[in-house]
C-alpha cells in the first residue's frame, strides 16, 4: 500500500471513528463539520495528497476595521498554536490551515488536529469579531433593539453594545 493510500485510509478510519459529519467529493478530499460552542460550525477540508495531508478550515472574512491590530493578534495566536496556523487568503479572508506529513498521519494525530482547529475556531472566533468587526456588531444589536427583534446569537456582544455602568 502507497503512502497516499495509507492515509487515506487513516483519515476516513479517524472520521468514522470520531463520529463527526464528513463528506468526500473526490478521492483524498473530505469535507468535516465540527460543531463548536461559540460558533456554529467549523468546516474543515482534509486532503490527502502526494507527501501529505492538506488541512484547512474557513475562520472569518477580511476585518471590516482595526487591521493591524487584528492581524496582529493573530500573529501572535500563531506563535503558541499545534498543527495549523492563521493564514490570509489573496482578499484577506481568514484561515486555519496546516499539513500533516503521511509518516505522521494516523488516529491520533488527525484527532488532535481536527481537535485543534476546533479548539482555535471556536475559541478565538469572538474576540476575532471583536476586534474587526466592533462597529458593524455594535450597528447590529442597536437595530435590532429598535426594532425589537432578537439579540440572542448576539448575547456574546452584549459589552459591546451597552455603554458601561
Not at 43 to 66: I, M, Q, Y
Not at 72 to 99: C, Q, S
Not at 141 to 148: E, F, N
Amino acid at each position: 500500500m502507497s503512502a497516499e493510500a495509507a492515509a487515506r485510509a487513516a483519515v476516513e478510519r479517524c472520521l468514522a471513528e470520531a463520529g463527526v459529519d464528513f463528506e468526500s467529493p473526490s478521492p483524498g478530499s473530505y469535507l468535516v463539520r465540527l460543531p463548536g460552542r461559540r460558533k456554529l460550525a467549523t468546516w474543515t477540508w482534509l486532503v490527502v495528497g502526494a507527501h501529505s495531508v492538506k488541512v484547512e478550515a474557513f475562520f472569518c472574512r477580511r476585518p471590516d476595521e482595526n487591521h493591524a491590530a487584528f492581524y496582529r493578534w493573530l500573529l501572535e495566536k500563531n506563535a503558541r498554536m499545534y498543527g495549523v496556523r492563521f493564514a490570509l487568503d489573496p482578499i484577506g479572508d481568514v484561515y486555519l490551515t496546516g499539513h500533516i506529513a503521511h509518516a505522521a498521519v494516523g488516529d491520533d494525530e488527525v484527532d488532535r488536529v481536527l481537535g485543534a482547529v476546533l479548539e482555535y475556531s471556536d475559541d478565538y472566533f469572538n474576540p476575532a469579531l471583536e476586534l474587526g468587526f466592533g462597529t458593524a456588531i455594535r450597528k447590529e444589536w442597536a437595530w435590532r433593539t429598535s426594532r425589537g427583534e432578537s439579540t440572542r446569537n448576539l448575547e456574546a456582544f452584549r459589552h459591546l453594545a451597552e455603554p458601561a455602568e
